[in-house]
């Protein structure tokens, strides 16, 4: 049965960062499409960030994660993780992993097949 779990969430302070993993099982992560997803308060959900494959060149990014976003995979351990740094109060929600066989464009949410149970990101002085 393919699951995912997330981790990492918590409290923290503007310009601090956080890293949020994403433990996959059931299935080998490297060959799929990951997302990952932020949903506000009162707000729908949206992509943060993405990759087609564990290949970077494939990596996509939302305007507001540039230059302060990264999602590596560690394949031997089937993770993936969400680093964020410079974080500011926009960036509070909840955040979901979330894997497809494929899905271009990755940002798009409506195309994903398995999902974590999200991990709340508050960023608050």
């Known amino acids: 049965q393919p699951r995912l779990v997330e981790s990492g969430g918590g409290l923290v302070q503007p310009g601090g960062s956080l890293r949020l993993s994403c433990v996959a099982s059931?299935?080998?992560?490297?060959?799929?499409?990951i997302g990952w997803f932020r949903q506000a308060p009162g707000k729908e959900r949206e992509g943060a960030s993405c990759?087609?494959?564990?290949?970077?060149?494939?990596?996509s990014y939302a305007d507001s994660g540039k230059g302060r976003f990264t999602i590596p995979r560690d394949n031997a351990k089937n993770t993936a993780y969400l680093q964020m740094n410079s974080l500011n109060p926009g960036d509070t929600g909840v955040y979901y992993c979330?894997?497809?066989?494929?899905?271009?464009?990755?940002?798009?949410?409506?195309?994903?097949?398995?999902w974590g149970q999200g991990a709340q990101v508050t960023v608050s002085s």
């Open positions: 979330a894997v497809v066989g494929y899905n271009d464009p990755c940002l798009n949410h409506t195309g994903y097949a398995e």
């Open positions: 990759s087609l494959s564990s290949n970077e060149a494939s990596t």
């Open positions: 059931g299935f080998p992560l490297y060959h799929y499409t």
